[in-house]
């Protein structure tokens, strides 16, 4: 398993210097077709601070200016973002992108707030189905920021893409208002994340990111709003806390999702190259799904999803990636509970303990059961629900992972070097 890993993340190390080219489609496979990403070529110094899953939202509107809230997670010079039409059935132009530091609602910090191009012009039009990164903006961000990025199109039309929930509150507005920095056009309150699937900053040399793969768990539902109190969020504040290698955190988790079918958004084994392997400077995909495809009673047994989770273990161990499992937590009280869909849970857990094919494991089942009743949720860390965890219940989860297990090739790796210096000043004044 050591040595096959090994030359698996020899190969990454080589296809990422051998660099990006523009509009090179990343590789797919069988099961999803290719994603393009146009632009500046992407730079393997890179790493993700913040990413959401791309999804199919309502049709788009002409003349529509969005405020988009993220928090980031590790800090570093170079941002850039990546805007997604994968879902869009023809091509979206956006004529104005700025970047800007949060102070209040949809106002920002005096002076932060600056424009980002492509390729060097201001505007871009994104095909259907691709992507587009922007050039890198000189400065360093700081770790735990509130970053806004304000966007406009003048002529975006048909199936929007985005993120649904977003347990954030963001703006919206009529017209292009993306170069002020004041809220008084941005009145319209929204609670998704619109074509921004990704942010990259140049860190540290040898830092890296983990992506959290997962469902409505990991996006963070039940948890409080605006607090960034999903569990990745807490991942992320252990990770910089402990000053590791990995602090970059992505959060690639969809409401309702399934390992092998499609309903809350496209299935695992569908955007795993576009949600997931496509980010940049990942070292670890941290894997926990599995109970909605278990919930919805449609046959799937044990042995099906020990498959899935098979294909996607290959794939990422194919792009030269580690990958963490998780055991699926318990969810009895839950309406689509049932005896049946208990004893696959069960079977499905043992394969994640007991399994030789992840890279290390986080028996999040044994942290969120209660003693009392193992079948159900520890009612100190259940939201009411009986399916997602609370705040608490988001914390104990973070802090049942092994921040070591999150570095691919820790052993006989360099530590971080210097950070780079470009000669100009924070994004924030």
């Known amino acids: 398993m050591r040595a096959r890993l090994a030359r698996a993340c020899r190969l990454g190390a080589l296809l990422l210097l051998a660099g990006t080219v523009q509009a090179t489609p990343v590789h797919a496979s069988a099961e999803q077709p290719a994603f393009t990403v146009a632009g500046a070529p992407a730079d393997r110094r890179d790493v993700v601070t913040w990413g959401a899953s791309a999804d199919r939202m309502s049709n788009a509107v002409a003349d529509r200016g969005y405020r988009l809230i993220v928090h980031t997670s590790v800090a570093g010079r170079a941002l850039r973002i990546r805007l997604s039409n994968a879902f869009g059935d023809r091509p979206v132009t956006f004529d104005n992108v700025y970047a800007g530091v949060q102070k209040t609602g949809a106002e920002l910090v005096h002076g932060s707030n600056r424009p980002l191009t492509f390729d060097g012009a201001r505007s871009v039009t994104v095909p259907a189905g691709g992507a587009v990164l922007t050039d890198p903006l000189p400065g360093r961000l700081p770790a735990a920021t509130n970053l806004v990025v304000s966007l406009h199109s003048p002529d975006a039309a048909g199936p929007a893409t985005g993120h649904w ?19 008084d056009h941005w009145t319209e309150v929204i609670g998704s994340w619109f074509y921004l699937d990704a942010v990259t900053v140049r860190p540290f040399p040898g830092t890296g990111a983990v992506v959290a793969l997962g469902d409505s768990i990991t996006d963070g539902w039940q948890s409080s709003s605006d607090l960034n109190r999903r569990w990745p969020d807490y991942l992320a504040r252990r990770l910089h806390a402990a000053d590791a290698e990995v602090q970059g955190v992505a959060n690639e988790g ?17 955007r795993l190259q576009r949600d997931v392997l496509s980010q940049s400077g990942v070292r670890t995909v941290f894997f926990f799904e599995g109970v909605n495809d278990i919930k919805a009673h449609s046959g799937v047994t044990a042995q099906d999803l020990i498959a899935g989770y098979r294909q996607v273990e290959e794939r990422v161990h194919a792009a030269g990636k580690c990958v963490v499992g998780a055991t699926v937590g318990p969810y009895k009280g839950w309406s689509e509970w049932d005896a049946a869909g208990e004893k696959v849970r069960q079977e499905v857990n043992a394969y994640i303990r007991d399994s030789a094919d992840f890279d290390a494991v986080t028996d999040l089942d044994r942290i969120l059961r209660s003693p009392y009743d193992p079948e159900r949720m520890l009612p100190a860390l259940d939201s009411g ?18 921040l070591k297990s999150l570095d691919c090739d820790s052993h006989g790796r360099a530590g971080r070097g210097q950070p780079e210096a470009d000669g100009s000043g924070a994004i924030s004044p």
Do not use: C, F
């Open 165 to 183: 929930m977003a347990m954030q509150t963001s703006y919206a507005t009529q017209g292009d208002h993306t170069a002020e920095e004041g809220a």
């Open 254 to 270: 969809i409401s309702g999702n399934k390992i092998l079918a499609d309903g809350g958004g496209q299935s695992v084994l569908k």
């Open 385 to 402: 629900d009986h399916l997602h965890p609370n705040d608490k219940g988001m914390q104990a989860m973070a802090d049942a992972v092994d």
